[in-house]
């Protein structure tokens, strides 16, 4: 039964992925071709374009999440809040004259 769940979810996942690349690919060659003058892409022309965009924009997805790429740690997002905080105190409560007035 858990196997069966298992292929049931990767046929899904295949045909979001299929339906998404599909959509790409019909809205590039209802626009591109006559605002640009670029060539219609065929599907796997365009799962090619939409995997270097991700590779190029987004990452190779490693380390996603997880150590020194991921979230910041509590204690380290405390000290920036309150090192900010500090800052901002010091320059609103201390606002320096420009060099012109003084």
Avoid: H
């Avoid at 006559?34 to 799962?47: A, D, K, M, N, S």
């Avoid at 997805?61 to 509590?74: A, C, F, I």
């Avoid at 010091?90 to 007035?101: G, S, V």
């Amino acid at each position: 039964m858990k196997i069966l769940k298992i292929i049931g979810m990767v046929v899904v996942k295949l045909a979001c992925v299929g339906l998404y690349v599909f959509v790409v690919m019909q809205l590039w060659n209802w626009l591109m071709p006559y605002v640009f003058g670029i060539t219609e892409l065929t599907f796997w022309q365009t799962l090619g374009v939409l995997l270097l965009c991700k590779l190029l924009f987004l990452g190779n997805g490693w380390n996603y999440r997880r150590g020194r790429y991921g979230r910041p740690s509590r204690q380290r997002e405390r000290r920036w809040k309150s090192d900010f905080r500090k800052k901002w105190e010091e320059r609103m409560c201390n606002p320096q004259k420009p060099e012109d007035e003084q």
